[in-house]
């Protein structure tokens, strides 16, 4: 099981930090975002040795981390802007990094992330 939270309202420049515990070990974890009337979309993953995998289109503003030892990964998202806001998912699989929702069999509940302008 995963549990995410750390989402709110935050004006468009501003940082939201969201974390993800799970339940036991896994091996990679990741963030996805979906936006209303829009497919979700990768954001980032890492896998247990911290290799780390963006999705492009973020230009540098978020940073994916993971504490092994407590089972949990966090997404730090600076300069946040509009387009961001979304719900946001954490997500796990028992193998590498992978930008395909599909491939992940678990899921958190979603944290809403808005950004105003």
């Known amino acids: 099981q995963l549990q995410a939270s750390g989402g709110g309202l935050v004006q468009a420049g501003g940082s939201l930090r969201l974390s993800c515990a799970a339940s036991g070990r896994t091996h990679t974890m990741g963030w996805f975002r979906q936006a209303p009337a829009k497919e979700r979309e990768f954001v980032a993953a890492?896998?247990?040795?911290?290799?780390?995998h963006y999705a492009d289109s973020l230009e540098g503003r978020f940073t994916i981390s993971r504490v092994n030892a407590e089972n949990t990964v966090d997404l730090q998202m600076n300069s946040l802007k509009p387009e961001d806001t979304a719900v946001y998912y954490c997500?796990?699989?028992?193998?590498?990094?992978?930008?395909?929702?599909?491939?992940?069999?678990?899921w958190g509940q979603g944290t809403l992330v808005t950004v105003s302008s």
């Open positions: 997500a796990a699989r028992p193998f590498g990094t992978s930008t395909s929702w599909y491939e992940y069999d678990s």
């Open positions: 890492i896998s247990y040795s911290k290799t780390t």
